[in-house]
């Protein structure tokens, strides 16, 4: 008589990556909304969008204006507040825009301060600047500024960019409370530094459509800017897809727009961004959007529910891709903390980053199984 071949066990590093599942890119709605989008735009667009620019535009070192415009609109609809094209940049996803502010902004031999613990590769960006790294701890109300602070009058001056993730924070989940973005946008002002506010995940909230606080940007001061959001459809329609902005003042921009990279280049996604026009423009993405926040609201829910019913302690998070708890003895099954803080670069070893946008439900029960 023959038996059952056992259920296959999953690997350890199923919870590892930080992807969205593939059928949110197979989605026949996605497909159908992404071809009608990209199809008009080579044939509205072709002709701008394959060059530097127009004559009557200029060149495009911010990005196609036709994008920016309708980025523009997306973007007031989502956060409720008036979103400005002059303070808008296309980049190639959030990681060139962090990178582009580190480069504008700051130079070799400066400090950048992050918090502890952070998205890993993070450290690595500031490192190839030349940039010295320092960091403070994250708190249930976000980055702890009395030790920001303290740590920013010990350095007199040599603080520059202070790196943040104020919503659905990577790894914690945490979201940074009103009080405290007031208080960083103050301090920013009083001490010289900019802020990076990296907000992968703004627009990917569980409970409400719209986040409980708006961009980072709008705590800023026009008469003395100091704040740079960094936003990005990656976690919204795809990673591949490339394509982010930055929302700063026009003055924090302009020094952007100079950097080699782009005067030599232009704008990188002056092209492919044509492509998300009618996208934003139609609904259709407002709709997917969405759709995933409540697929991945409830794939949140399910892992958090199989953990605590292992006896782990967590604060659900409310945006985002990732749960964070503390390890016991058990086989790890996600990416642990190292390399997400300094000094000692394995102090949150102890932790695990699990990301349940990867996997489907009976993956993400069937990998806690690997915690029994």
Known sequence: MSSSPPAPQLAHQDFVKGWPHPSFLERPQLRKALSASFSKAITDQAASALNYGTVEEGAYMLGNPSFLSALARFLQ????????????????????????????????????ICEKPTYFLAHQ?????????????????????????????KLQGKCKLVYTMPIHQNPTGVTMSQTKRDRLARMARQYGFFVIADEA??????????????????EDDPCDPRIFSVGTFSKLVGPGLKIGWLQADPSLLKPVTKLGVVESGNNPVTFSS??????????????????????????????????????????QPRGGYFVWVRKRNEKMTGRDGTGMALDPPDEFAGFMRLCFAWLDDEQIVSGVRVLR
Not at 204 to 217: G, T, V
Not at 294 to 303: I, S, W
């Open 125 to 153: 960006m500031f490192r190839e600047r030349g940039l010295h790294l320092k960091d403070v701890g994250v708190e249930p109300d976000g980055m702890d500024l009395d030790a920001l602070e303290e740590l920013v009058v």
């Open 201 to 218: 995940y703004q627009l990917l909230n569980f409970r409400e459509e719209r986040a409980e606080f708006s961009p980072l940007y709008y």
């Open 77 to 112: 609809t989502a956060y409720g507040r008036e979103v400005r094209v002059d303070t808008l940049m296309s980049t190639s996803g959030a990681s060139m825009g962090i990178d582009l502010c580190g480069r504008a902004h700051a130079v070799p031999g400066d400090y950048a």
């Open 274 to 315: 044509t492509g998300l026009i009618d996208l934003l423009d139609s609904g259709a993405l407002q709709e997917h959007i969405r759709f995933i926040s409540g697929e991945l609201a409830r794939k949140c829910t399910l892992l958090c529910k199989e953990l605590r019913a292992l006896g782990y302690e967590m604060t």
